[in-house]
């Protein structure tokens, strides 16, 4: 499957797979499976390689992502704002405190997908989805619900459910 198609495949398939997918994460043990990172990581380099971020953007547009203050220290230098303007205009606390864009889809997304802001966002835009090599095993709580959000979650966590059956 090409990008488009795997992204579509994710569309038709992430309802349906929610309980299996959760039930999978549920279940792997990061112990026992000594061997999870390497997977995760063949896995997250295998599906990125066939799937553009440029054809989803998907985080972008639904999920707001945590700013701290060492990001809002970046941003304000990369748009000439002054941090307390950046803060009032961009940012807004949720309900655990973090400070978090305002609103979705994030004013930075640009119409091609790109981030007007890419080289100066926030470390949880870098991070995401977290399912390389050194991410994966330490952020077993997000996996299930990430695959609800972005295709490349799904797609890795489908052909992990395979490779470990
Ligand atoms: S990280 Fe996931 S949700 Fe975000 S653009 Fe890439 S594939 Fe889409
Ligand atoms: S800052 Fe850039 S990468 Fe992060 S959510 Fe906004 S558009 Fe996406």
Not at 21 to 30: E, Q, S, T, Y
Not at 35 to 44: E, M, P, V, Y
Request: aromatic share 8%; hydrophobic share 30%; charged share 30%.
């Amino acid at each position: 499957m090409d990008s488009k198609e795997l992204i579509k495949n994710w569309k038709n398939k992430r309802s349906a797979q929610k309980k299996p997918i959760r039930k999978f994460v549920k279940g792997l043990n990061a112990r026992k499976n000594k061997n999870l990172d390497q997977l995760a990581g063949d896995l997250n380099d295998k599906t990125f390689q066939k799937l553009d971020c440029l054809d989803c953007a998907n985080c972008c547009t639904s999920i707001p992502p945590i700013v701290t203050r060492s990001d809002v220290k970046r941003l304000s230098k990369a748009t000439g704002i002054a941090e307390r303007e950046f803060t009032n205009q961009y940012l807004v606390q949720d309900e655990d405190d973090d400070w978090v864009m305002k609103t979705t889809p994030c004013p930075f997304l640009q119409e091609d997908n790109k981030c007007s802001v890419y080289d100066a966002r926030p470390k949880a835009c870098r991070k995401y989805p977290h399912t390389d090599s050194d991410e994966f095993r330490n952020n077993l709580g997000l996996h299930a619900g990430n695959a609800h959000y972005c295709p490349a979650v799904f797609h890795i966590l489908q052909d992990m459910m395979k490779r470990l059956a």
